[in-house]
């Protein structure tokens, strides 16, 4: 029994030690440099606070607004666009997916189509599950053409 057990130990002691790197670990000889296919925002896809206009395209621009303050728990974004001569518009599809840049992949919501209320504003629930940072992607297509993307950083 004594001996099962320290088989046991030394396997789990030695075992990391001799295992093959998953070939996007950094360290070791011939390992690959991972790819990140999410690669990051530019500056200008950035929003500004809540309110302030952010221009899509050249004919197009959004703001966005919460129900409540962003903290843990659901929270319902808001989004209205309008055209370059301020008029609103409710003919777009927009797409949200709220995620942890820091821990990707970890709590993605996935891209999810918001919905136009009777407002006139595009709304969709963001369930912030834990503190941290936090950044939403919001997709703008007309039709099946993309108009641009834009996103929201905040830190609960």
Same mark, same amino acid.
């Given at each position: ?12 002691? $030695? !075992?990391?030690?001799? /295992? ?5 670990? +950094?360290?070791?000889?011939?390992? %690959?440099? @991972? ?40 929270? $319902? !974004?808001?989004?209205? /666009? ?5 008029? +609103?518009?409710?003919?777009?599809? %927009?797409? @949200? ?40 992607? $919001? ?18």
């Amino acid at each position: 029994m004594k001996i099962s057990i320290l088989i046991i130990i030394a396997t789990m002691l $030695i !075992l990391p030690v001799l /295992a093959q790197h998953c070939g996007s670990c +950094p360290s070791g000889a011939g390992s %690959l440099e @991972a790819r990140n296919p999410n690669t990051p925002p530019e500056r200008s896809q950035i929003m500004g606070r809540a309110g302030a206009a952010h221009w899509i395209n050249e004919n197009y621009y959004i703001s966005y607004e919460w129900n409540k303050t962003p903290r843990i728990g659901n929270r $319902i !974004l808001l989004i209205r /666009a309008f055209d370059k001569n301020r008029r +609103p518009v409710t003919n777009l599809r %927009l797409s @949200a997916n709220a995620y942890m840049p820091s821990m990707r992949g970890a709590h993605d919501t996935g891209d999810k189509p918001m919905q136009l209320n009777r407002s006139n504003r595009y709304a969709i629930p963001v369930n912030f599950m834990m503190l941290g940072d936090w950044e939403i992607e $919001i997709k703008v297509n007309s039709g099946n053409s993309p108009l641009g993307k834009a996103y929201i950083r905040l830190n609960i």
